[in-house]
């Protein structure tokens, strides 16, 4: 019966995808999209639209409100659609990027996932088999782990000395420092000295390889993060998406493909000529004023605990987090015509929290305050930014105290970008 479900529900989405697209395009009358979020363009108001292609010169949408033509953006007037979901709770791999890779349930005895000193194979839900150097792998996170992206940040931290080796994480707390011989969903093979252990897979929390053969961690070399149903995301240099397939590039030359573009569920840009995130950006200044003298640095794309940045349920892949009371300064060079984010607080904050954003531009010499906002509390909606820059040679962004001095203040500047 389970077997039969898949197959069905695998069936009955590829018919339905079909036979939307002419529907979208007017051809036919259909029944409502299979997936729809809020597309958000460089230029205008966004707008609930369906994926309908891609191809490295544009991104073609299907608005939800009747009677509208398809959207056609182009790639360097495209910002993101929908937003990255969490991943299920599966193994997962984590690439030197920062690409999560989401292993398909376990359906044999060494389950979906398999390393030995060459390389990695993983079977997935989205892209079907995935092969990749094992010297692109940055770690392997096992799925009786909770979900709240502390444990992917924790190991990534450096906790573990300066990880010139592997290290092995256990359930119980405990860390093994070894080199990992060969991995797959049933057990690990370490080796640690002249001596060789073998470790079941339901001992161990995570695996963090060796970082001395990682390539540099620059995700920002990518044109485009692309983002699964169930959790997978990947950086990747090109896309071209059409009513029946995907494939997909990703630095290095890796390919990747898959049959069922319904399961990708979240674009966003990552570079272009029109468009820079402030977490690109070197900081020229900073300055925190703690209230109970607790320094706090400010985050960029995470949040001031390592997760991923999340704001009334929605998770950000860009964005600046910074505690009350901050102020960091940006130089400007005259390239950019205005500053845009959405600003709240964190999820981390509950319904606690409040904080007022402020915005100020240096402008002939003189200090100029152009946004503040509202009080905002932990779970109050975001609040959209937009400033003219014209004239200004640094650009401020300032968080500041309000109702409880810095109690859970943990302040997000969401998808902070720069558009010329």
């Given at each position: 019966m389970a077997r039969f479900f898949v197959w069905y529900r695998s069936v009955f989405y590829t018919i339905t995808w079909v036979t939307l697209l002419p529907a979208a395009l007017g051809v036919v009358a259909s029944g409502p999209p299979l997936y729809a979020a809020d597309v958000l363009p460089l230029e205008g108001?966004?707008?609930?639209?369906?994926?309908?292609?891609?191809?490295?010169?544009?991104?073609?949408?299907?608005?939800?409100?009747?009677?509208?033509?398809?959207?056609?953006?182009?790639?360097?007037?495209?910002?993101r659609w929908s937003h990255p979901v969490a991943p299920r709770s599966s193994t997962r791999v984590i690439l030197e990027r920062g690409d999560v890779i989401v292993a398909a349930k376990k359906w044999t005895s060494d389950g979906s996932l398999h390393l030995d000193k060459n390389s990695l194979?993983?079977?997935?839900?989205?892209?079907?088999?995935?092969?990749?150097?094992?010297?692109?792998?940055?770690?392997?996170?096992?799925?009786?782990?909770?979900?709240?992206?502390?444990?992917?940040?924790r190991p990534m931290s450096g906790d573990a000395g300066d990880l010139r080796t592997d290290v092995v994480y256990f359930n119980n707390g405990d860390?093994?420092?070894?080199?990992?011989?060969?991995?797959n969903g049933k057990e690990v093979l370490l080796q640690t000295g002249s001596t060789t252990r073998r470790v079941s897979i339901s001992q161990v929390e995570s695996v963090v390889f060796s970082r001395t053969q990682l390539a540099p961690p620059d995700r920002w070399a990518a044109r485009l993060a692309v983002g699964f149903q169930e959790g997978s995301l990947f950086y990747a240099n090109r896309l071209r998406v059409d009513d029946q397939r995907f494939e997909?590039?990703?630095?290095?030359?890796?390919?990747?493909?898959?049959?069922?573009?319904?399961?990708?569920?979240?674009?966003?840009?990552?570079?272009?000529?029109?468009?820079?995130?402030?977490?690109?950006?070197?900081?020229?200044?900073?300055?925190?004023?703690?209230?109970?003298?607790?320094?706090?640095?400010?985050?960029r794309d995470q949040n001031l605990?390592?997760?991923?940045?999340?704001?009334?349920g929605k998770s950000y892949l860009t964005g600046i987090s910074?505690?009350?009371?901050?102020?960091?300064?940006?130089?400007?060079?005259?390239?950019?015509?205005?500053?845009?984010?959405?600003?709240?607080?964190?999820d981390v904050a509950g319904r606690q929290g409040s904080v007022v954003f402020r915005v100020y531009l240096v402008r002939g010499g003189e200090l100029q305050e152009v946004f503040a906002s509202k009080i905002l509390r932990g779970g109050d909606p975001s609040q959209a930014v937009?400033?003219?820059?014209?004239?200004?040679?640094?650009?401020?962004?300032?968080?500041?105290?309000?109702?409880?001095?810095?109690?859970?203040?943990?302040?997000?500047?969401?998808?902070?970008?720069?558009?010329?």
């Open positions: 108001p966004p707008f609930a639209a369906q994926l309908a292609s891609v191809d490295n010169q544009q991104f073609v949408f299907l608005p939800l409100q009747e009677n509208q033509s398809p959207r056609v953006l182009a790639a360097d007037a495209f910002v194979t993983v079977i997935t839900d989205c892209c079907h088999e995935i092969e990749l150097p094992r010297q692109r792998v940055k770690a392997v996170l096992f799925g009786q782990q909770d979900q709240s992206g502390d444990l992917e940040s860390r093994l420092r070894a080199t990992v011989l060969r991995l997909m590039v990703l630095p290095g030359g890796v390919q990747l493909e898959g049959e069922n573009p319904e399961k990708i569920v979240f674009l966003q840009a990552l570079d272009g000529p029109r468009l820079q995130y402030l977490s690109q950006t070197e900081a020229a200044d900073y300055r925190h004023v703690p209230y109970f003298n607790i320094p706090w640095p400010y985050s605990l390592g997760d991923r940045l999340q704001s009334n910074a505690h009350s009371a901050s102020r960091i300064v940006y130089p400007l060079d005259g390239r950019f015509r205005r500053f845009e984010a959405e600003v709240a607080l964190d937009t400033v003219d820059l014209e004239g200004a040679t640094h650009l401020a962004l300032v968080v500041d105290y309000a109702d409880r001095g810095d109690e859970l203040d943990h302040a997000n500047w969401l998808d902070a970008r720069l558009v010329k």
